[in-house]
């Protein structure tokens, strides 16, 4: 066969007419893709489904009675996991048809498989890629105890065996960088060939593409795979060239396609054992057939061969064949033998034993008092060391220096397998630049001390190489020995050394144990690093040459840990140089923790550290926050810290003393608010603002009565429960008390009155008067109406221009008080302006005031008029214990500052803006998003089941904040139906960042949970 036949093309009236003839089967005819075969879908009028197969008959006819025969047998063996023969009424399985211009064409009519092809499925879960390695196992093992006799197959380019012909065929159609890949896989399969061949052979499928697999719900709601067609490539070869075919074709599309090949081929060891040889050669099995499947499909185009089934799988191949190549082939291959339970590298159990076993020389002198030696926390949560937040290399130095001193240590370990979050250059990116996780986890152990202190060989060898690898963040001068062992040859890697001390090295020189080989250097000469040797052990090259990775991404650090085994088996420090990730905690936290404090996301993350917009886990993945308003002006923002640690260290008491900050704060506050609000009580938090508030409307009313919004949110003591309608009347909840009405929610997307309605705002607002009538009949005196400028539990809500000012006079014309819970958007959030109650032109009488102000340190306030102060002011002392304290007020005063210095209401008003465009950009080609709404860096997403019914679909917006999880994006959903992506992130929030998301999440609606929800259950 060869890539320019082309499948039949006979008419569909003859096929209609031979169906009938020779089968007795009616019904209409749809044509569906072939790559050699021309083939139908027959629907009868009953509704039964058949797949009509006309080959042509060039197709040598004992290779399709051998195919006939054996999906008639397998059909049966594999549980109809391969769909059956229908038999011919003459009892054929294969009819041969003569048309009208004396042509031969062969007939065969298939059961019909009901499914997805895999090919469709996205995304392709863990579980279905395992349930396809399982499938195969049990396919490779029937078709294994089959006889192996298929008829020989003469110029059969799809076989396996071909890759390398094909490839070498193709090189001269193809450009430059994609000749480069092909060569190298070209190289990779002609080296592993002896391999390979000298496995056993059995029949094969030869062809279990994604188009020939198909994928359907089971008993309990999973996609799994539910039949294999086309068995017209099936020939005899070695049963792991099925295994790699499902591979390179499963592994389409994926995010980590090796994360991918590794789940598949746990499924299939887990159902029939592998040997090692054959998951060696694995990985350039399934690299050669997508470079066969690239190199078919640019002859194809060479030959001016244009159909699109033909060319189908193209740019996704040869995407995934340069993420493959991208791995070290080690590492890649590692990956699978760790999914079958083996270790990464086949040497390093023995070479471990040996090391145990040996004694080596000191590589620095170990100072004799222990107590001189110790390990410098550089973990990403390291509170102390956490070295490059900015890029200077003498403060990161004087810092691990200092703490050397501080702690009596003469020398300092880093450990081995630590997390860090300090590796900021290009060359420590993740996998093709992936931005959930970069090059983190270090290989080696890290001794910190005195540059120029003298480094020894700890065992004899000879010198491999002496190299500088200069660019910045390297390890600049750089050694790598190569040593014996019974397992082999190994290597000892030693970086960041003085040049001057590593001059006189020559790769080949022997070097005996114990000998002086060189000196610790100083930066930046060093890579620009503290001054400290990098010790790393080495069980396998991986042609890289002078240099070795130093550190790994986290999903594949066991996998390194393997190839790279403890360096202390040779330093021998008497430490715990290895890092231990913490474990545990989500039980610990269970046992003290009160149970309805709940944790975001179905698999919780560990946060540790944050900076910016950024938040970093335990393994110092990043994640992109767009939900935290808290951290307003970024994560740990060093102006902020600095401040607080600054006054902590001088002074922090209570307001009943003389204090500048707190009456410069006030002022700052004051003048950002309109006339007559200027008079600022200070407290802990959001909660304790509006309790505050609401006393004091009560005292200056006299009244009790509080009309509140339906959604609305304003904190956790009993008191606000009582007037939150999201928590009242939500799970758990119990009635309000009588003096609470609830006025209805100015919901424009869904709400009682819409858009299409010109008087909603006044409507919505007459709600809010209705509400004080209801009180007033009952007894209930007004005092105040509580509401969010623009609502956030309610569902990222704005409500229509003209609502809060009209709102307010009804609630004034009923006597009571207007407090504006500015909780959520005020500080310059909206873009427009400081506060919401702004952006409808209203003016409260009471302003509440929390989360962002402190950027995380618990602060909040009340602002009002001097009016109500003074009436609060009845003779009972108002005091919070905290509320106003020199450390909570110069943390403050920084957010104002940086607020203004960064311009970052600016920031919010364009950057919030060209997100809103684009999310509605996304609205307009992803029908289940409703609406889009808010402004500034306050904004929501609103997910519907359909625009027309406007239910809302919880589960979609449960779905995309947990696939964006995944993909290194945090969102919460809220909304009293849970149905509404909110999204304020810290108003450090770039425009790239905003892309980010958009790109993102346009990606995971296209998946079929969202986009075909008939297909996949979430949570697989
Ligand atoms: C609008 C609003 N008001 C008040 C509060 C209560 O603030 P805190 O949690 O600081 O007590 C919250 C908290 O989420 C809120 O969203």
Redesign the pocket.
Same mark, same amino acid.
């Given at each position: 066969m060869t890539y320019l036949q082309e499948p039949p093309k006979l008419s569909e009236s003859e096929v209609s007419y031979s169906v009938q003839e020779y089968y007795g089967l009616e019904g209409t005819l749809h044509p569906l893709p072939g790559d050699r075969d021309q083939n139908f879908l027959l629907k009868s009028p009953e509704g039964q489904k058949h797949v009509v197969k006309v080959s042509s008959l060039d197709e040598v006819q004992e290779i399709l009675e051998f195919e006939t025969e054996m999906i008639t047998r397998l059909s049966n063996d594999t549980n109809g996991l391969i769909p059956s023969v229908i038999p011919a009424i003459s009892g054929t399985s294969l009819v041969t048809h003569e048309n009208e211009q004396g042509h031969h064409y062969q007939l065969r009519i298939l059961e019909f498989l009901p499914g997805t092809l895999l090919a469709e499925i996205n995304p392709r879960s863990d579980a279905l890629l395992m349930n396809l390695g399982e499938r195969m196992a049990e396919l490779g093992s029937v078709l294994g105890a089959y006889p192996d006799h298929p008829p020989p197959r003469i110029n059969f380019e799809w076989a396996l065996g071909q890759a390398g012909n094909i490839m070498e065929k193709s090189l001269s159609v193809l450009d430059s960088p994609r000749r480069a890949l092909i060569e190298l896989t070209l190289k990779d399969f002609r080296d592993n060939e002896r391999e390979f061949l000298g496995l056993g052979s059995q029949i094969i499928h030869g062809d279990v593409n994604d188009h020939n697999v198909l994928v359907s719900l089971n008993e309990e709601n999973h996609a799994r795979i539910s039949g294999i067609i086309d068995l017209g490539d099936a020939h005899s070869a070695p049963r792991v060239f099925d295994l790699a075919i499902a591979i390179a074709y499963g592994i389409l599309g994926t995010a980590d396609p090796l994360l991918a090949a590794s789940e598949i081929t746990r499924g299939y060891y887990a159902e029939q054992p592998l040997l090692e040889i054959e998951i060696n050669v694995l990985l350039t099995l399934v690299c050669a057939r997508l470079g066969q499947s690239v190199c078919i499909a640019s002859l194809r185009r060479h030959h001016g061969d244009t159909d699109p089934y033909h060319l189908i799988s193209e740019a996704d191949a040869w995407k995934t064949l340069s993420l493959l190549a991208a791995i070290p082939r080690q590492i890649s291959s590692g990956t699978l033998r760790q999914a079958c339970g083996l270790e990464a590298c086949s040497q390093s159990a023995q070479l471990r034993k040996w090391l145990v076993s040996e004694d080596f020389k000191d590589v620095i002198a170990v100072p004799e008092n222990p107590n001189a030696l110790g390990i410098l926390d550089l973990s990403i949560s390291s509170p102390e060391l956490t070295g490059r937040d900015s890029d200077d290399t003498a403060d990161f130095s004087n810092r691990v220096f200092q703490k050397m001193r501080s702690d009596g240590l003469t020398l300092g370990i880093g450990r081995f397998m630590e997390p860090r979050g300090f590796y900021l250059a290009d060359e420590f990116e993740g996998r093709s630049g992936d931005p959930l996780e970069r090059r983190t986890i270090h290989l080696g152990i890290d001794v910190f001390q005195e540059p120029g202190t003298e480094i020894h060989a700890p065992l004899a060898g000879r010198v491999h190489t002496v190299r500088d690898n200069k660019n910045r963040l390297d390890y600049g001068p750089t050694v790598i020995l190569e040593h014996s062992a019974p397992s082999g040859l190994f290597w000892t890697l030693y970086g960041h050394l003085e040049k001057a001390s590593v001059e006189n090295l020559k790769t080949g020189d022997s070097i005996d144990a114990g000998q002086p080989i060189a000196r610790i250097g100083t930066y930046p000469e060093n890579g620009d690093w503290p001054p400290h040797l990098h010790f790393q052990i080495i069980t396998d090259l991986m042609g890289f040459e002078g240099n070795f990775p130093g550190v790994a991404v986290p999903r594949d650090r066991t996998v390194w840990e393997s190839f790279c085994p403890d360096p202390n088996l040779i330093l021998n420090l008497p430490l715990e140089t290895t890092y231990e990730e913490p474990s545990g905690l989500y039980e610990r936290r269970k046992r003290v923790l009160s149970p309805n404090l709940s944790l975001s996301y179905e698999t919780p993350v560990h946060i540790v550290r944050g900076k910016g917009s950024y938040l970093f886990d335990v393994l110092g993945r990043s994640y992109l926050d767009c939900v935290n308003n808290i951290a307003h002006v970024g994560h740990e923002h060093p102006h902020v810290v600095a401040a607080g640690q600054q006054q902590m260290g001088v002074l922090n008491t209570n307001s009943r003393y003389l204090h500048g900050a707190i009456i410069e704060y006030a002022e700052r506050l004051s003048k950002l608010f309109p006339e007559p609000l200027s008079v600022c009580l200070f407290v802990n !938090? *959001? !909660?304790?603002? $509006?309790e505050l508030a609401l006393r004091m409307a009560r005292t200056y009313t006299g009244g009790t009565g509080i009309a509140v919004l339906e959604g +609305?949110?304003? *904190? $956790?003591t009993r008191g606000?429960i009582d007037v939150s309608h999201y928590k009242f009347a939500g799970s758990g909840g119990h009635a309000p008390p009588s003096w609470t009405r609830t006025a209805l929610v100015p919901d424009e997307f869904r709400g009682r009155y819409r858009r299409d309605d010109p008087s909603r705002a006044t409507l919505y607002a007459a709600d809010v008067g209705e509400a004080f009538r209801q009180l007033d009949s009952e007894g209930h005196h007004p005092a105040a109406f509580l509401s969010?400028s623009l609502l !956030?539990?309610a569902g990222q809500i704005e409500p229509p221009q003209g609502y809060l000012t009209a709102a307010y006079e009804h609630a004034r014309a009923a006597g009571a008080l207007c407090i504006a819970?500015e909780?959520?958007v005020g500080f310059g959030r909206l873009g427009s302006h400081m506060w919401g109650f702004e952006t409808q032109g209203a003016l409260p009488d009471i302003v509440?005031l +929390?989360?962002p102000m402190g950027n995380g340190h618990?602060i *909040?306030a009340v602002v009002t008029t001097r009016e109500i102060a003074e009436a609060f002011d009845n003779g009972m002392e108002f005091f919070s214990s905290f509320g106003g304290n020199p450390v909570s007020t110069v943390i403050a005063i920084a957010v104002l500052d940086i607020l203004k210095d960064e311009k970052l209401q600016d920031n919010a008003m364009t950057v919030g803006a060209a997100l809103k465009t684009g999310l509605d950009t996304l609205m307009r080609s992803h029908g289940c998003i409703g609406d889009v709404r808010g402004r500034g860096l306050f904004l929501g997403v609103e997910f519907v089941n359909s625009r027309e019914a406007l239910a809302p679909a919880p589960d979609i917006a449960h779905y995309v904040v947990e696939h964006l999880k995944k993909r290194g994006i945090l969102l919460g959903s809220d909304g009293p139906d849970h149905n509404v992506i909110k999204i304020k992130p810290p108003m450090s929030f770039s425009g790239s960042d905003a892309d980010r998301v958009i790109n993102e999440l346009d990606q995971v609606l296209v998946h079929d949970f969202v986009h075909d929800r008939s297909l996949i259950q979430p949570k697989d």
């Open positions: !938090s *959001g !909660s304790e603002a $509006n +609305g949110y304003h *904190g $956790n606000l969010e !956030s539990c819970d909780v959520q509440t +929390g989360k618990p *909040g």
